[in-house]
């Protein structure tokens, strides 16, 4: 990429992340704080929606012939988190519209899952030279966006039991809540050609300790389990 497209693109990324983190309904239209269903608004039933408070969003990603982003989520098996914690990620363009199909993973306690935004035929990095990570791959052109994270689990405000349920709970391997917000989250966009790039900022999860509340939906983003 050349430098002096460097500073259209961090403008870019200054007025996206401005627009995103004042319209938190940008993300879950309507929905209201009594909604925790992953799936479907508690209060009339609208299928497809997710609620603003069970989400991470990050207000800018990009790639081109001459950069990616990169993401890492991590679980830090911190006592009431569940053993196992699956993730949807997708990366949303300026357009609104689905960079690739969603990559959903599960975290295992104690460890990192990479995930690589990434333009189609990358030659170093891709599937085949890393195997572990996952990828979203959409096209070579520059495109940019944001990045939402939903939680796989359809009600991640219920503790899980593990695999004895109720009875003798707190003997059970992997029992605790099937929160995403309870995962960490970090990332950036990496320009190659310099070997540089800039951090991203993640809305929601649990490092992020400030959410935004709308007044007239009655709706926020909060960070860690999130129970009423």
Known sequence: MKNNNFGRYLSSFAVTALVILMAVDAFAIGLTSESHFR?????????????????????????????????????????????????QINAITSAGAAYDTAESFTVLSGTTKRVFVVPTNHTTINPTSITTAAFL??????????????SVASHPHLKNWGNGGWNDAHNKLGAGFRDITMLTYWGSVIIEANTT?????????MNDSTGTYNMISGDYMSSGVNLQ
């Open 137 to 150: 791959a959409g096209t070579s052109d520059f495109t940019y966006g944001h990045i939402r994270a939903n």
């Open 197 to 205: 790039g800039f951090a991203m900022e993640f809305v929601g999860d």
């Open 39 to 87: 799936d479907t608004d508690n209060l009339d039933n609208r299928a497809g929606t997710y609620s603003n408070k069970n989400m991470v969003v990050s207000p800018y990603w990009q790639v081109d012939a001459g950069s990616y982003t990169f993401i890492a989520v991590s679980h830090s098996s911190l006592s009431g988190m569940a053993s196992q914690i699956g993730v």
